[in-house]
Each structure stands twice: as structure tokens, then as C-alpha cells.
């Protein structure tokens, strides 16, 4: 069972800065991607941020520039950097990770698997 545990939320003034982290139970080698998400009250849920296991970056166009999302394979955690923040950029963010479950006769699925969220309030 995998568990994510977010944390590093908060509330702070526009143009300020956190650093979320999100600790895995295990490994995150296993992981082909993990992300970081965004629910804002009243809107779908969106990404912000992804890192593959090869370490390349993705980001949503709202946050380039920002937003810097790494990872400490050592320590099992992925890191979000947000700096510059805006009202806008509130809400609760959402550790994902992605793994391929791979069967014995050879087929596979991909797997999901997410933290419980840590809020995050920009005031303007």
C-alpha cells in the first residue's frame, strides 16, 4: 500500500513563498511520474507541476517561471517551490504518484495513487 503525505501549506501574502513536500511510504524509483495538483473550491482539478522518473519537468502555463518541482530519491520526497504566489494559486495541493502494475501473464495497468492535500491560502 502506498501512502503520500503531503505538507508545507500555509497561508501567506501575495508574492510570497513555500516549499511543499511530499514524502512517499516506500521507494519513489517505482514511480514513473509523480505530480503535484491543485483543487480550487468550485473548479476541477488541474496539475500544476510533474517530474518523471528521468527527471524531466512539466509544467502548467499559470506557474512557469514560479514553480520548480523536484525530487530526493534518497529521501523519498518530491518537492514544490512556489514562489511569486498569487491569490489565484489557492487552494489544496495534491501529491500524485503513477506506477505501472505489470501482471504475470504479462499484461499491465497503470495505477494512481494520491496524498490527502495540503492547503494552501494566498492573500491578496
Known amino acids: 500500500q502506498v501512502q503520500l503525505v503531503e505538507s508545507g501549506g500555509g497561508l501567506v501574502q501575495a508574492g510570497g513563498s513555500l516549499r511543499l513536500s511530499c514524502v512517499a511510504s516506500?521507494?519513489?524509483?517505482?514511480?514513473?511520474?509523480m505530480g503535484w495538483y491543485r483543487q480550487a473550491p468550485g473548479k476541477q482539478r488541474e496539475l500544476v507541476a510533474l517530474i518523471t522518473s528521468g527527471g524531466s519537468t512539466n509544467y502548467a502555463d499559470s506557474v512557469k517561471g514560479r514553480f520548480t518541482i523536484s525530487r530526493d530519491n534518497a529521501k523519498n520526497t518530491v518537492y514544490l517551490q512556489a514562489n511569486s504566489l498569487k491569490p489565484e494559486d489557492t487552494g489544496v495541493y495534491l501529491c500524485?504518484?503513477?506506477?505501472?502494475?505489470?501482471?504475470?501473464?504479462?499484461?499491465?495497468?497503470?495505477?494512481?495513487?494520491w496524498g490527502q492535500g495540503t492547503q494552501v491560502t494566498v492573500s491578496s
Open positions: 516506500g521507494s519513489i524509483f517505482r514511480f514513473n511520474a
Open positions: 500524485n504518484a503513477e506506477e505501472t502494475i505489470t501482471y504475470p501473464s504479462g499484461s499491465y495497468r497503470p495505477a494512481h495513487y
